[in-house]
C-alpha cells in the first residue's frame, strides 16, 4: 500500500471516473476511489485482475492499493464532491505518451504484438466482455507511443461480467466461455495468424496453478468487505475454465485465413459458409412487416428474416443471425449472455461483428401453434406466465414478446427468440403479446386462465 500525496486532477473518461494521483513513490496513478459510480467490487476486480495478468506475463501497468488519508481529501474538493472516503483504493500506473488503440490507429510496430493472443485469452478466462468493441475513440486497451510502440491492457472493472458478481452468478456460466468477437481483435489477426496462433498462449495458462489463483484473492483490503468465501468461489471459477479455453477458442478460427486453412478439427461452423451471405436495410413496404434484405450466393439453408437479421441453418445444427446494423448483434449477444443460465433462451456460442451463432430451436412458431390449434388452455396460459415471469426475475427491461418470437418446441416446452431489444426498451406489460392475442380472438380466454392463476397479473394486464 502506498499513500497518495499530490491531487492533480479528475479524469474524464471511464465510468468510474478515476483520479490522477502523484504518490509517496513519486509516480503518478490513476486512482479509482472506492466511492466510484460502479461499486467498491470495482477495486476487487482491478486488483485482482492484475495479479492474475502479472502471473501470465501480460502487458498490464503496476496496480497498486492507494491510500488516502483525510488532510488530502479535505484539502481537494474534487475528491470531496466524489465522496472519497479515507481508507485504501486502487490505483494503476499511469502510462505517459500513451493513447488509445481505435480503428485507425497503426499497431505494427508495437514491440509486444504476440502478446495479443493472450489478452484475448484472458478476456474469455476471466468473462470480460468490455475489450473486443471500440466505444468511439475509446478502448480498453492502450499503446504508448516512444520510445518504442507498446500495447497495454487497462480497465478489468467489469470480469465476470461486471463488478457486482457473486457466488451464484459465476456458478451459473462457470461451464461456460463466450467466444465474443470484434474490431478490436481483428486488428491483431495480421500479426497473430498462423497455424495455431494461441498455442504458446495456451501453454501460460495451463501453467497456472491453484496456489497462484489463491495468491490473486489474499490480502485484499478489509475495508473493500470482501468475503473469503467469495475468494474461494472465484478460485474455483477460474480453475475450473483453464481446461474449457482449447475448446472454446476452436471456433475463432473463422477469423483467421491461415489457421482456418489448416484447421483440421471437427468443423463447428465454417465462416466460408456464411461470410459471404450479405444483409441489408430492407425496404419498408405498405402492409407488410418490415424486414431486412438479403444475398445469399451459400448453400446455406435460410431460416427466416425479421427487423434486424437474416438466420441461416449452420452444417453443425446451430444457426447463424447475421444483421443489417452491427450495433444490434451487440445488443442482442449482451442480452443472451445476462440470460445464459435460463432455459426459455437460445444459448450464444459465438458473437462477431455483426453476427451471432446461436442454437437452433426446434419448433412452432407460437401464432402458427394458435392459427392450427384456436384454443389457449390453462397448461399453455401457466407456460406463457411462467416464460414472462423470467424475463421479470432475470432483469430484462422489456418483458413482452411477439407470438411469432414464441416458439412450441416439439417437448410443448416454450423458448424466446430475437432479443435486440430485450435490455433497451423499457415494457414492464406484455403489450403486444396481449394485442397478438386479441387479434386471434383469444385474450379473453388467456385471460380468464390468468385471472384464476395469478390475479395480481390479471388485475396489472387488464388495465
Known amino acids: 500500500m502506498i499513500r497518495g500525496e499530490t491531487y492533480i486532477k479528475t479524469v474524464e473518461s471511464g465510468y468510474s471516473r478515476p483520479h490522477l494521483i502523484r504518490c509517496e513513490d513519486g509516480q503518478l496513478y490513476m486512482v479509482k476511489l472506492s466511492t466510484n459510480p460502479q461499486g467498491i467490487m470495482v477495486l476487487v476486480n482491478e486488483l485482482i485482475s492484475y495479479r492474475l495478468a502479472s502471473f501470465l506475463d501480460l502487458p498490464v501497468p503496476i496496480g497498486e492499493v492507494i491510500l488516502l488519508d483525510e488532510p488530502m481529501i479535505s484539502q481537494n474538493p474534487e475528491l470531496q464532491m466524489a465522496h472519497a472516503q479515507a481508507g485504501p483504493h486502487f490505483g494503476s500506473l499511469y502510462l505517459h505518451n500513451a493513447v488509445n488503440v481505435i480503428p485507425d490507429s497503426d499497431v505494427s510496430r508495437a514491440d509486444n504484438l504476440e502478446k495479443a493472443a493472450d489478452i484475448i485469452l484472458f478476456d474469455y478466462w476471466v468473462n470480460n466482455n468490455d475489450r473486443h468493441q471500440f466505444n468511439g475513440n475509446y478502448s480498453n486497451l492502450l499503446l504508448t507511443l516512444s520510445p518504442t510502440p507498446h500495447l497495454w491492457m487497462i480497465d478489468q472493472a467489469n470480469i465476470l461480467e461486471g ?4 457466488e451464484h452468478s459465476i456458478s451459473v456460466h462457470q461451464p461456460y466461455i463466450s467466444t465474443y468477437w470484434g474490431e478490436l481483435y481483428q486488428k491483431f489477426v495480421p500479426f497473430l495468424d498462423r497455424d495455431y496462433p494461441f498455442e504458446a498462449a495456451l501453454q501460460k495458462y495451463k501453467s497456472l496453478s491453484q496456489s497462484d489463483l489463491k495468491q490473486a484473492v489474499l490480502d485484499l483490503p478489509s475495508e473493500w468487505g470482501f468475503p473469503a468465501r467469495q475468494g474461494q468461489a472465484f478460485v474455483r471459477y477460474l480453475y475450473s475454465r483453464l481446461e474449457l479455453l482449447p475448446d472454446a477458442i476452436e471456433p475463432l478460427h473463422i477469423h483467421f485465413p491461415v ?26 413496404q405498405q402492409g407488410i412487416p418490415y424486414q431486412v434484405a438479403y444475398e445469399n450466393p451459400t448453400s446455406l439453408p435460410f431460416i427466416g428474416a425479421g427487423a434486424q437479421g437474416a438466420v441461416f441453418l449452420l452444417r453443425s445444427g446451430k444457426c447463424v443471425k447475421i444483421y443489417a446494423l452491427p450495433d444490434n448483434a451487440k445488443l442482442e449477444a449482451a442480452a443472451l449472455r445476462h440470460v445464459r443460465s435460463s432455459a426459455f433462451f437460445p444459448e450464444l456460442f459465438l458473437s462477431g461483428v455483426n453476427y451471432n451463432v446461436l442454437e437452433y430451436i426446434q419448433g ?79 385474450l379473453s380466454c388467456f385471460m380468464e386462465h390468468v385471472r384464476v392463476q395469478r390475479p395480481d397479473l390479471y388485475n396489472i394486464w387488464s388495465i
Open 364 to 442: 412452432q412458431a407460437l401464432d402458427e401453434y394458435l392459427l392450427h390449434n384456436p384454443r389457449i388452455d390453462a397448461i399453455l396460459t401457466h407456460k406463457i406466465i411462467a416464460l414472462l415471469e423470467e424475463m421479470k426475475r432475470l432483469g430484462l427491461t422489456r418483458i413482452d414478446a411477439a407470438l411469432r418470437h414464441i416458439i412450441v418446441t416439439p417437448s410443448q416446452s416454450l423458448k424466446v427468440i430475437d432479443h435486440v431489444h430485450s435490455l433497451v426498451i423499457p415494457s414492464p406489460k406484455p403489450n403486444i403479446l396481449l394485442q397478438e392475442l386479441n387479434n386471434l380472438n383469444l
Open 163 to 166: 463488478p457486482n458478481w457473486s
Open 259 to 284: 489457421w482456418n486453412k489448416h484447421f483440421n478439427g471437427k468443423r463447428v461452423y465454417d465462416m466460408d459458409d456464411f461470410s459471404a451471405i450479405k444483409v441489408y436495410p430492407g425496404i419498408q
